[in-house]
């Protein structure tokens, strides 16, 4: 029997392959700023968020229907199930696509209709994760919340995600209160460029079940007795943070100390499209760099479930 093995940090437009911009584009009609994949990869090297979010941006023009969504997703659960994850809790980015005139329902509808069949097509078991844009106005954050529990959105949680620097969690009071009144989960990005500061915030403030990313914890130590004690797991994404210079290298990734601390700490891929691959990916990247153990293995993929909402 497979290990269960769940993946809590992964937005869906990330998975969005080179190969797949190209055919979206073709299927869309939608002109490209690229002669070719060659030429499309090119770009994907980045020197901070902001350099990655600009292309993922760019990228998702090409996502239309809610049938390019249903294939997204279902082009994710086929390759994380051969990855090894047998539960999925992804997210999406509503407002990157209403921005530029899609409507809130095909988005909903086609990821809906992917998550729904995920465990018997691919034997992932999933859910969705409505993320706002933290860098937009909080004004249009509560809009989105209100139009997600009009259309009935089948979505299990709220997070908040895009550029943190200049963003605290502390301007979405409001909206997560209110997502927790209505009985979704909530998460936030917070500590992947930003301070401790934001991780304090969105533990006191919008009291997030789980931190993503977070590994700016490591500066406060008051903030690590905080989340070992409380056992607030952290979503961890080793191979996003090399790629966007959080961490210089692999090898000075503080995952191991992460562990060491007692911090339940879980290993997921991000945005496998732009960051060097998928869960097992980054678990492998890790046992080739650092030299994970069977036992470190066997915590993060226990970790991975008991902070697993579905
Ligand atoms: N690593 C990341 N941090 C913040 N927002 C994101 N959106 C997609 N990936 C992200
Ligand atoms: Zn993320």
Redesign the pocket.
Known sequence: MTTPLAELHM?I??SLEPEQIFALAERNGIALPYNDIDELRARYEFTD?QS??DL?YANMSVLRTAEDFADLARAYFARASAGGVTHAEI?F?PQAHTSRGVALEAVVEGLADASASSEREFGVKSGLIA?ILRDKPVLHANKLLDDLLELKAPIIGLGL????MGFPPSLFVDVFAKARAEGLRVVA?AG?EGPSEYIWQALDLLKVERI??GIRCLDDDALVTRLVDEEIPLTV?PL?NVR?QVTPDLRDHPIRNMIERGLVVTVNS??PAYFGGYVDDNFAALTDTLGLTDREREILYDNSIKASFI
Do not use: I, K, M, T
């Open positions: 937005h437009e990330g968020l990655f979010l993922y997210f980015d993320s995600d895009s550029a943190e990005h992947e993503d990313h994404c996003s966007l991000d945005d």
